[in-house]
């Protein structure tokens, strides 16, 4: 016999030995030891997740002389006859190509039939969405009330397309995508079967290419074997692949960081002269991108990433705003990638506008810091105490004194603030990490008796404000006032308003008509709008 495909020879023959389904094997086990076998089943989900092999099993579990607790035997001949694909009781129909009216009458006509062997007649239809509508019409009543000895097992990767009149007939399961940590067992397994060598991280690399299909992932190791000599590296894996290692994907992330927009074209160009596919490049720059802003958000990373503590790393240095940036622009990119003819042109433009957008955000941010305080510094002087008409002019004097000394010390303690503000939030960034991300978009507003005043734009006051406003978050950043700073900081947060916002509330005030007969009444100068 020739060579076999490792799906094809490992194929899993029991219910124990299918993976990430436990959901639907259980419920067949069971339906199989209380006898409650249904007539009709419809088994959907992406391709490579097992529904076709399940469907095998169950009929193999129906008709074995020797089951035990709902599973088959595989050692008496009705199961092994099923596993040869010679069993007559076990017929299997592709409805891609017999999908007409008279290839569903004359399944009508055998369905009469005995098995021959067994206890059932199993009929397994294989990408049922693709019969036609005459089809399914004549299929409807054989469906609903088949003999007595007929189970059907309807099999779809597109239960869309499948007639409502169909699936009211079934029993339906949905199969899931198999994740990355339920399929590197199985592939290990399969791996040492084989007698193949394989680096623990090709494996999570082939497992997390495959995208939930257990059957695609054993592909690529079957090609991967005989790419390396039944020997399978990271490096063999994405060669074979066409992805990029994640140092690579690392170092893009920093260029983006780091508004490096000639570091990012540079990469792109090294890329394209090793024929690497640049849309493949950008989706796996979303996977990691997409790793740092759940890290940054939640604390957790994916379990199929590899590089973990590099995650940890480089999400620090993002805002989570400018990472949610990337992933929009990135996602459409894409998108719009796929129907380009010049895909390489459309991704340099892309990081181009992402890094330049950076760099422009930065500098506004720096930009309204400066005007912030130098507003607070000039409202401060120009407030001017009035003294009480009773006091001696010494007193006046002394008084005058001491306020003018205290705003001199105010504004040299905001002044220090301003300069030590990034060492503070560099401090708050080696205390905690995913706290950095919060402060980072906070706006200095003032300081007074050793308390901080600090606001949040409208925008971020759904998630950096409520975050800023947690004990444990606001001790981080008093621990890093304290040893920058010295002394004991208080904290307060608020939220910053809409200037254009509250103009207009203002302007709709003064026109309100009790505002209007208010100032009527006792003159413009005694009514106060607030």
């Known amino acids: 016999m020739g060579y076999r495909a490792l799906y094809r020879e490992y194929r899993p023959q029991k219910f124990a030995d299918i993976v990430g389904q436990q959901h639907i094997t259980r419920t067949l086990q069971n339906a199989i030891n209380s006898g409650r076998v249904s007539h009709a089943y419809l088994f959907c989900g992406p391709r490579g997740t097992g529904k076709t092999t399940t469907a095998k099993v169950l009929a193999k579990a129906l008709n074995c002389t020797n089951r035990q607790a709902g599973e088959p035997c595989n050692q008496c001949q009705n199961c092994?006859?099923?596993?040869?694909?010679?069993?007559?009781?076990?017929?299997?129909?592709?409805?891609?190509?017999?999908?007409?009216?008279?290839?569903?009458?004359d399944l009508r006509?055998?369905?009469?039939?005995?098995?021959?062997?067994?206890?059932?007649?199993?009929?397994?239809?294989?990408?049922?969405?693709?019969?036609?509508?005459?089809?399914?019409?004549?299929?409807?009543?054989?469906?609903?009330?088949?003999?007595?000895?007929?189970?059907?097992?309807?099999?779809?990767?597109?239960?869309?397309?499948?007639?409502?009149?169909?699936?009211?007939?079934?029993?339906?399961?949905?199969?899931?995508?198999?994740?990355?940590?339920?399929?590197?067992?199985?592939?290990?397994?399969?791996?040492?079967s084989a007698g193949l060598k394989v680096e623990e991280d090709a494996l999570v690399l082939i497992a997390r290419a495959a995208e939930g299909g257990l059957r695609d992932a054993l592909s690529i190791l079957d090609q991967g074997?005989?790419?390396?000599?039944?020997?399978?590296?990271?490096?063999?894996?994405h060669n074979l692949l066409g992805t990029v290692r994640e140092d690579i994907l690392?170092?893009?992330?920093?260029?983006?960081?780091?508004?490096?927009?000639?570091?990012?074209?540079?990469?792109?160009n090294e890329l394209f002269q090793q024929g690497k596919d640049l849309r493949l490049f950008v989706r796996e720059l979303n996977t990691y991108l997409r790793s740092m802003m759940l890290y940054l958000v939640s604390g957790e990373i994916p379990n199929e990433v590899i590089d973990r503590e590099n995650i940890k790393v480089n999400a620090a240095k993002f805002k989570t705003s400018f990472i949610s940036k990337c992933l929009e622009e990135l996602t459409r990119l894409e998108y719009d990638m796929k129907w380009s003819s010049q895909p390489r042109v459309l991704l340099e433009f892309t990081l181009?506008?992402?890094?330049?957008?950076?760099?422009?955000?930065?500098a506004s941010r720096?930009?309204?810091?400066?005007?912030?305080?130098?507003?607070?510094?000039?409202?401060?002087?120009?407030?001017?105490?009035?003294?009480?008409?009773?006091?001696?002019?010494?007193?006046?004097?002394?008084?005058?004194?001491?306020?003018?000394?205290?705003?001199?010390?105010?504004?040299?303690?905001?002044?220090?603030?301003?300069?030590?503000?990034?060492?503070?939030?560099?401090?708050?960034?080696?205390?905690?990490?995913?706290?950095?991300?919060?402060?980072?978009?906070?706006?200095?507003?003032?300081?007074?008796?050793k308390e901080l005043t600090i606001g949040f734009k409208p925008?971020?006051?759904?998630?950096?404000k409520v975050r800023a406003e947690q004990e444990e978050n606001k001790k981080v950043l008093q621990q890093a006032l304290s040893e920058v700073l010295g002394d004991n900081w208080a904290i307060k947060i608020i939220e910053l308003k809409d200037k254009q916002q509250q103009t207009k509330k203002k302007k709709k005030n003064i026109e309100h008509p009790l505002v209007k007969k208010a100032v009527e009444f006792f003159g413009k100068n005694m009514v106060v709008i607030k």
């Open 80 to 105: 092994i006859s099923t596993i040869d694909g010679t069993s007559v009781d076990v017929i299997e129909i592709d409805a891609a190509s017999n999908r007409g009216i008279e290839d569903i009458r």
């Open 109 to 192: 006509e055998k369905v009469k039939y005995s098995p021959a062997h067994g206890k059932y007649r199993v009929y397994i239809i294989d990408e049922v969405h693709m019969l036609t509508m005459e089809a399914f019409n004549a299929l409807l009543k054989t469906l609903e009330e088949p003999p007595s000895h007929v189970v059907f097992v309807l099999a779809t990767t597109e239960p869309h397309k499948v007639p409502v009149t169909i699936l009211s007939r079934c029993q339906r399961f949905d199969f899931r995508r198999i994740e990355v940590k339920d399929m590197l067992p199985r592939l290990k397994q399969v791996a040492k």
């Open 225 to 237: 074997s005989v790419f390396g000599d039944d020997t399978i590296t990271v490096d063999d894996v």
């Open 250 to 268: 690392s170092k893009m992330a920093g260029y983006l960081v780091d508004s490096n927009a000639s570091g990012a074209l540079s990469l792109v």
């Open 352 to 362: 181009v506008k992402l890094t330049t957008t950076e760099k422009a955000d930065t």
């Open 366 to 449: 720096v930009e309204q810091l400066e005007n912030n305080l130098q507003n607070a510094s000039i409202k401060k002087h120009s407030e001017k105490s009035t003294p009480p008409a009773d006091k001696s002019s010494a007193v006046i004097k002394k008084q005058a004194d001491k306020t003018e000394e205290k705003k001199q010390r105010s504004a040299v303690s905001s002044k220090k603030l301003v300069q030590e503000w990034p060492a503070v939030l560099e401090r708050v960034k080696k205390i905690k990490p995913s706290v950095y991300g919060v402060f980072r978009e906070a706006v200095l507003v003032g300081d007074a008796d």
């Open 459 to 464: 925008q971020h006051t759904a998630f950096h």
